[in-house]
């Protein structure tokens, strides 16, 4: 079984630094894929509502022979433009949101409520972070944060209310590295949590620079990779629905990338994001 250290949160949560993310697998192989994370040894699971697959993820966390405080589980608000989440009912449209992820997820609370977008050319949230607030002094989730979020929406939270965001969920991977904005996280005690950690399976696996130091190592180059993530400080949330990599990816503790390997890995960066970017990027 993989020893996944734990990260601590500024409100002192501890976080697997190591987690399994579920966007795009559909809700009826949602089960079976967390299942098998959980038997490799995953503890963290990263949902969202907008990914529809709260019920079947829920599905396998009641199935689990595994205490409820050993899980760590995290699910997003899709504060989409179909609800008005900044006006005056933005705070009671976040409770009824959080309501439906909990009773999805079958979950009494949760680990980690996070805002999936900030949609900036939408203005403030306020409200938003009231009901986070109040979800978190009513131990209903244990931690709050944000997703793609930027320095400018981060300093707005922080101008509004004392609660900083536990960690900002952002695109991060080799190709992809946001040095800039880690240095803002580490300044304000926020974690900073990599999605796509492994660049979407797509030529960040193929980059000849990591399969050079992959080769190296004895190991894939999704394993340098999320090596890379844990040494950076980064928390991965990889996604598979192939049991063999789910494996693979979870066997990551057993060897330490030396500092010129780290180099090369940093130097791998192309400045190129898989997603949209979150300051001008809208939903609907
Ligand atoms: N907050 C946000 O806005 C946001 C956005 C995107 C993602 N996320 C979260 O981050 C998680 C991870 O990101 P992601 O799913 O975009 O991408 P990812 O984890 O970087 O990559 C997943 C892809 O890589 C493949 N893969 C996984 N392990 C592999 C391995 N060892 N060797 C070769 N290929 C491998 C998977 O294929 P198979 O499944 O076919 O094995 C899948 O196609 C998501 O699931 C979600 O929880 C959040």
Known sequence: MSTIPNLTLNNGVQIP??????????????????RTAIEAGYRSIDTAAIYENETGTGRAL????????????????????????SG???????????????????LEYLDLYLIHWPRPMHGSYDNVWKAFEQLLADG????VGVSNFGPEQLNRLFETSSLV???NQVELHPHFPQHE?????????????????LGQGRDLLTDPALVKVAEKYGRTVAQVVLRWHLQSGVIAIPKSVTPSRIRENLDVT????DADDL????????GVRLGPDPQTFDWN
Not at 23 to 28: E, G, L, S
Not at 140 to 143: C, D, I, L, Q
Not at 182 to 197: D, V
Not at 263 to 270: F, L, P, Q, S, Y
Request: aromatic content about 10%; overall charge negative.
């Open 17 to 34: 630094q190591l987690g399994f993310g579920v966007w795009q697998v559909p809700d009826a192989e949602a089960t079976a894929a967390v």
């Open 62 to 85: 009641q199935q689990a022979e595994v205490a409820r405080e050993e899980l760590f589980i995290t699910t997003k608000l899709w504060n989409s433009g179909t609800r008005d989440w």
């Open 88 to 106: 005056p009912a933005g705070r009671d449209a976040v409770l009824r949101a959080f309501d439906e992820s909990l009773a999805k997820l079958g």
């Open 140 to 143: 209903r989730v244990k931690a």
């Open 165 to 167: 965001p536990a960690l």
């Open 181 to 197: 904005l880690r240095a803002f996280h580490a300044e304000h005690g926020i974690a900073t949590e990599a999605w796509s950690p």
């Open 254 to 257: 057993g060897f330490e990338l």
């Open 263 to 270: 180099a090369v890995i940093d130097g791998a960066a192309t």
